[in-house]
């Protein structure tokens, strides 16, 4: 579906990365406006942006005839979506601020059309405590403000503060026009008459009456896939391990506790068209779970013997009913791509849906609000930038959406 797509580009080093951007857009079958600062001049030419566009690249406020034949407002109003890219700190201080001394600038002000900004700046700028207030700002206004990838800076440093690649700009963009609003009302009822199973979740493996092994699994993620599959018109079932979630709109929920009940209901649920494998299942559990609690003994530790769950993933791949795409998810804390990619063949899935799970407890994915993929595929891997778990969520139902029609 074609959107019309306003590209504001910042002055910052990564402005370069701007044509590769609209050229992604083009190739995708967006039409693109270029507005540029005056500081991205030193960065990109508007030549370079007019020829890849194929439009005018609009640069100053003060250009009489623009203002007669395009004004900034209709600048703005001509769009569906604004995408600030790279968004230097100077340019977010000013829409925060609501300052509009530029072309960009007002516009910025004076839309109501929802704006996508990607930061890009030396990582010192964006870890200032001026920039975080900006950002929180910017959202609190409802501005989408992605987070910056983390690397080595232009400037010879290294953190965050990378502009995202274009691929994954594009990723963050499609699934804004993916997400099922009003204004992409195309994605409801892309999903009717199929049938979806999603797990969610941890496992709790019990030990004895009152304690279990677990993992921190909150199930956020599977739950808005469930929710946005159910919301492209899929019929979902949810097989869902211990959260504290509300069962999404639209979505049929059966509980379980331990991976052999998740089994046993995944089993229960064929067939489906799709499967989307998000549990955080437990590989081991105890041997012998005890009947009654284990007390301290004087002088003596319990040793926990463990013992192997199915994999309910593997089971349904081989299984005479596997569904037709069948997508399962990796939970990495290093190489999470190679990992990744050689679970796919070994598991014998279509698409593994691989995310960085390191960090310590409370900053981590799990349980955060936001992920970070990469969709390894059988053509290979795409990198989304950072996301809202339920961005995430609405690009790969659209994904699925796309799949299973083809
Ligand atoms: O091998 P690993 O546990 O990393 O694989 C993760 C993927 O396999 C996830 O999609 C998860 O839901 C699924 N899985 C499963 N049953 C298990 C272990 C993992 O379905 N026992």
């Known amino acids: 579906m074609t959107k019309r797509v306003l590209l504001i580009v910042g002055g910052g080093i990564a402005a370069y990365k701007a044509s590769e951007l609209v050229r992604l857009l083009k190739k995708a079958g967006h039409s693109v406006r270029c507005v540029m600062t005056e500081a991205a001049h030193h960065f990109v030419t508007p030549m370079t942006l007019a020829a890849l566009s194929e439009d005018k690249v609009y640069t100053t406020l003060w250009d009489l005839k623009d203002e007669a034949e395009m004004g900034h407002i209709q600048l703005s109003r001509q769009a569906d979506l604004i995408v600030v890219a790279p968004a230097t700190a ?30 890009a700046m030396n990582v010192r700028m964006w870890r200032h405590p001026a920039t975080s207030r900006n950002i929180a700002q910017l959202r609190a206004d409802g501005v989408t403000v992605h987070d910056p990838d983390e690397g080595a800076m232009a400037c010879g440093e290294y953190g965050p503060g990378r502009l995202p690649e274009p691929t994954a700009i594009l990723a963050a963009i499609e699934a804004h026009f993916a997400a099922p609003s009003p204004a992409s ?11 979806i199973l999603v797990t969610a979740g941890p496992t709790h493996e019990p030990i004895d009456p009152v304690r279990y092994l677990a993992n921190r699994s909150s199930g956020k993620q599977g739950f808005a896939i469930a929710g946005a599959l159910a919301a492209f018109g899929a019929r979902v079932t949810l097989v869902a391990g211990p959260v504290t979630l509300a069962t999404p ?42 009947d009654q609690k284990i007390k301290k003994a004087a002088g003596g530790t319990p040793t926990l013997h463990l013992t192997e769950n199915p994999d309910i993933l593997v089971t349904l791949a ?12 990796a939970a990495e804390t290093e190489d999470v791509i190679p990992h990744a990619t050689s679970k796919r063949t070994r598991k014998n899935v279509d698409w593994i849906v691989a995310n960085d799970v390191s960090g310590p407890p409370g900053q981590s ?15 290979g891997v795409e990198s989304w930038s950072r996301m809202d778990k339920t961005m995430v969520a609405t690009a790969l139902a659209a994904r699925i959406a796309d799949a299973l029609d083809a």
Do not use: C, Y
């Open 90 to 119: 100077d340019l977010l201080a000013k829409m925060a601020a609501g300052i509009a001394d530029d072309l960009a600038t007002t516009l910025l002000l004076a839309t109501d059309t929802p704006v996508h900004t990607f930061p």
């Open 365 to 379: 994915v799990m349980g955060g609000d936001a992920n970070t993929v990469h969709l390894v595929t059988d053509t």
């Open 185 to 195: 009302a195309q994605s409801i009822g892309r999903l009717s008459g199929r049938h």
């Open 318 to 329: 081989t299984s005479p009913h596997r569904p037709r795409l069948l997508i399962g998810f």
């Open 249 to 290: 709109a639209g979505v049929d929920r059966i509980d379980v506790q331990t991976a052999r009940e998740m089994a046993e209901m995944v089993e229960k649920s064929l067939p489906a068209d799709a499967a989307v494998m998000v549990a955080a299942v437990a590989d081991w559990r105890a041997e012998a779970p005890l």
